[in-house]
């Protein structure tokens, strides 16, 4: 007896070791990509955790400014909602909101209305979208400055004493009369003062927090310039804008995308990039065509009628009488000594045709050129006449 071997399996199915080797590259990637996102944020959160909170001692806080503050007699109250930075308002307070940005709409016009005419001095930390609400007449400038470390070259006295500070930021455009500009970078200001339309207070604009921040303040003349422009008035409230401010979630409430950070969209342009190329990586046609052998070899009978039962099975009489017609028209023009390019052109092929089997033209252009069938009979009987056609042509 004998035993037939069981067929090789013809399954296209990768196996688990195939879908492993395909994949890993871009595990890896992921799991790089992770431990990166990781590792930046866990070391952008030890740098700059309390960043301009006048209690922190870390790096980027600004607990030395107001110690120093202190021992000059000088009072610092944080806040965090708009309604404590209003209650302040007043002629001998300087109000300092260190991220106005964070400001919505309704809050930066309530708060500028406040201290309008207060006579209390308004100090805004790096504004950009925030400015043109909080200090009218003043606009930031879309190129940042260039050095950090800037000379004060204007009349403003806490700017001359200070000397070089380090102000270098953002840039601003002051088109209000009386404003004092200093601290230039390229011809634009990183420090405005606006003064108040009446009530004898003002708005200094910074553009840049370099000199409140602890690692920062003994350098350059920023602990002058910093106590100086706080230093004005016997209190200092510090105001550190907070998303659970009541205050903020009113009509003037952010979208989604205000509170997105400012890099979002050149970070998802980045990762746009970095899914293009990994297409590109992975792409299986960076050369030629590799011929592959087919697991099953279909004979073209059953392929006609397969092909056939789809037709029949969406009623598509129109497309199969179109796919017969043409294609006895491409195998009856050589025959009659018609460029295959003009087989589809009636009046090319019929008058060929028609010379050839001293037939009738309007008949000949019915059955090749005519509309679809209505019913299946028809459809049948089509392909008849056009079978007969053909041998007739091909009868010597």
């Not at 070391?43 to 021992?71: E, Q």
């Not at 307070?93 to 809050?107: F, K, N, W, Y």
């Not at 003002?202 to 602890?214: A, C």
């Not at 025959?335 to 001293?358: D, F, I, K, R």
Request: proline content about 8%.
């Amino acid at each position: 007896m004998t035993i037939e071997a069981p067929p090789a399996s013809t399954s296209a199915s990768p196996t688990t070791r195939q879908v492993w080797t395909r994949a890993r590259g871009v595990l890896l990637a992921v799991v790089l990509l992770l431990v990166g996102a990781v590792v930046i944020a866990v070391v952008r959160s030890d740098a700059h955790h309390g960043r301009l909170d006048p209690r922190s001692a870390d790096p980027y806080g600004s607990r030395a400014v107001a110690a120093l503050l202190a021992d000059r007699g000088v009072s610092t109250r944080v806040v965090t909602t708009l309604a404590e930075a209003r209650d302040t308002a007043g002629s001998d307070t300087t109000l300092l909101i260190a991220v106005p940005d964070q400001l919505t709409s309704r809050q930066q016009r309530l708060v500028h209305e406040a201290m309008e005419g207060s006579g209390g001095r308004t100090v805004l930390v790096t504004p950009t979208a925030s400015v043109r609400t909080l200090a009218p007449g003043i606009s930031p400038d879309p190129a940042v400055a260039f050095a950090s470390t800037l000379e004060p070259d204007c009349a403003l006295p806490a700017a001359r004493r200070a000397g070089t500070a380090d102000t270098g930021g953002v840039r601003y455009v002051a088109n209000a009369a009386g404003a004092d500009i200093c601290y230039p970078s390229d011809g634009l200001p990183t420090l405005v003062r606006l003064p108040a339309a009446s009530g004898g207070g003002d708005t200094v604009v910074l553009g840049s927090p370099d000199i409140l921040y602890n690692n920062r303040l003994d350098e350059e003349g920023n602990a002058s310039l910093a106590l100086q422009l706080l230093g004005s008035r016997p209190h200092v409230v510090w105001y550190l804008p907070s998303f659970s401010d009541p205050s903020a979630t009113d009509s003037g409430r952010k979208s989604f995308f205000d509170l997105l950070p400012s890099g979002w969209l050149w970070g998802t342009l980045q990762l746009f990039v970095a899914a293009a190329l990994a297409a590109l990586w992975r792409a299986r046609r960076l050369g030629p065509l590799v011929p592959e052998k087919l697991p099953v070899a279909i004979r073209a009978s059953e392929a006609v009628e397969g092909r056939a039962r789809l037709y029949r099975k969406a009623n598509a009489r129109d497309r199969a009488a179109t796919a017969l017609r043409s294609a006895t028209r491409a195998r009856l023009a050589p025959l009659v000594g018609v460029p295959l390019a003009q087989a589809h052109t009636p009046e090319v092929l019929l008058p060929a045709l028609s010379a050839h089997l001293h037939g009738d033209g309007p008949s000949l252009h019915s059955l090749l050129f005519g509309p679809p069938p209505g019913d299946d009979a028809a459809l049948i009987s089509l392909a008849d006449q056009l079978d007969a056609l053909e041998s007739e042509v091909r009868r010597p």
